[in-house]
């Protein structure tokens, strides 16, 4: 007979093609699916019957700021608990490499640390510190625009110089050559917003012979979020490379209702280029505290401030009210600060949820004190809330959502599909139960549901917590098959 390491036994099978499920065997052997069928004959060494549960690729969190904690806290809690086997770093234009600060990280690569959390110049750097700490999870990672920025200029709030596009272009091009998956740009946050589209198009030059994508926390995600979108189409036909629109979203109330003509400009570009967005479950979005988005009629609670950390949880009415002051005062006296900002439409959240173009992304702060619930709950509330219970997406359709079709987008070889041969990241959960537990009150809270996580064939979660073994690995860029 023969032998494997793990043998799942009548598992309702997800593949993440977004098949509908079938009830097979899989066998798992040295870190990945050695077999697959029904009534397999293996002798192996750990045996699960997993009948009336679904087997899952590991989810793929495309949209991570997990630089640094996957480094610092490297058994990742958050993500393996909801069933991630996979994070992609470097989002927003913030990357923990390759930098080199000169004072304070800038707003907002705050949110990844402090200055001595900065500690990786070369791209390699990264790579190396990352395999030292082995990760519960696995690791693709994006280099920020606004990290090339801080190393080559001397002010952020211009637009760069033909001299230091090519330096940032240089350091671009060797993060590609270690294995980097592409550019990211956060044109929305202050020190970016300067930059001119030539300067990220001439940026981006080097992306498409590597098989590398743009992705882009759009300049606008309010009234000009049109402008914004063409921008970044534009960008991709200039670089002729894939674009994907980081958490699409409709901000503010003077912009709710406007999904379907934001979802209308997204099927006119990928009629005629590579495009594509992520999106997380939830009518409220977090960040750094920022000005412009500070309006009386949205609720918005404060996550942490450095000058005031003694008003984190609160909203920032009451702390205004507090100090007999307006929102804006506060909001200025509390600066740097952290926020959680109630100003999305679930209707529209629902929307751009369910579109076929988009893929699933937590947006997790992991350093925020009091996170927003989406760092813990992200994936079990997709597949809880909306595909079970509400049937916004058909449950072999959010999976997909979540392994196959980011798998393919950003180039992760031999993940994201339970294939023969590829890599062993699965989740097992309860279709029945699964669940996210976070709230905003009550953030940190592990999901109900998840039965057991393998990453790379390794037992690294089970409903009693995790197994305290850690096998995530550094996922170099592979050439991208885009799938619309």
């Not at 590991?58 to 480094?71: C, K, P, W, Y």
């Not at 990264?126 to 990672?141: E, F, I, M």
């Not at 012979?209 to 979108?229: C, K, N, P, Q, W």
């Not at 920022?290 to 009451?318: K, N, Y």
């Amino acid at each position: 007979m023969l032998s494997c390491d793990t043998l799942i036994r009548n598992a309702s099978v997800l593949d993440g093609s977004g098949a509908s499920p079938e009830v097979l065997d899989i066998a798992m052997r040295d870190g990945r699916i050695c077999d697959i069928g029904p009534s397999l004959q293996y002798s192996a060494v750990s045996l699960v019957e997993a009948e009336g549960l679904a087997l899952a690729p590991g989810f793929i969190d495309v949209h991570t700021h997990d630089d640094t904690s996957v480094i610092r806290t490297p058994a990742m809690l958050p993500k393996l608990s909801q069933g991630v086997t996979t994070v992609i770093v470097g989002n927003c234009g913030i990357s923990a490499s390759p930098v080199r600060l000169k004072g304070d990280p800038p707003d907002p690569m705050n949110l990844l640390g402090e200055a001595a959390d900065f500690r990786y110049p070369t791209f390699s750097a990264y790579v190396t510190a990352l395999r030292d700490a082995q990760p519960a999870v696995n690791v693709g990672a994006l280099v920020g625009h606004t990290a090339l920025r801080n190393n080559h200029m001397d002010r952020l709030d211009r637009t760069a110089t033909d001299a230091e596009i090519a330096a940032m272009r240089a350091q671009l091009s060797e993060a590609l050559d270690g294995g980097a998956l592409g550019l990211s740009s956060g044109l929305a946050y202050a020190s970016a917003h300067a930059a001119s589209t030539d300067e990220v198009a001439a940026l981006a030059q080097p992306l498409a012979s590597a098989g590398a994508i743009y992705v882009t926390h759009m300049r606008s995600e309010a009234a000009a979020i049109l402008d914004a979108m063409n921008e970044a189409f534009a960008i991709g036909r200039a670089s002729h490379v894939p674009v994907i629109l980081s958490h699409l979203k409709c901000a503010g109330i003077a912009n709710w209702g406007r999904s379907g003509e934001v979802l209308h400009a997204l099927e006119a570009a990928r009629a005629a280029q590579p495009a594509g967005c992520d999106c997380y479950p939830y009518a409220a979005g977090s960040s750094t505290l920022d000005l412009q988005q500070v309006d009386d009629r949205v609720q918005i609670a404060i996550t942490w401030s450095t000058p005031h950390p003694e008003v984190a949880g609160q909203s920032l009415a009451c702390i205004a009210e507090a100090w007999n002051v307006t929102q804006i005062d506060a909001a200025r006296r509390l600066q740097p600060a952290g926020a959680i900002y109630h100003s999305i439409s679930e209707t529209d959240m629902r929307r751009i949820l369910a579109h076929p173009a988009t893929m699933i992304g937590s947006d997790g702060l992991p350093n925020d004190p009091r996170p927003h619930p989406r760092l813990w709950g992200t994936f079990p509330r997709v597949l809880g809330r909306y595909s079970r219970d509400e049937k916004l997406i058909a449950l072999p359709d959010a999976v997909r959502k979540m392994t196959g079709m980011p798998a393919q987008r950003f180039g992760l070889a031999e993940r994201g599909m339970i294939h023969k041969g590829y890599f062993a990241d699965l989740v097992l959960f309860d279709p029945a139960n699964i669940i996210d537990t976070a709230t905003f009150a009550d953030p940190i809270r592990p999901a109900e549901g998840i039965m057991s996580v393998w990453v790379n064939g390794v037992l690294s979660y089970t409903a009693a917590g995790a197994t305290g073994n850690r096998a995530g690995r550094f996922l170099p860029r592979a050439r991208t098959r885009w799938i619309q």
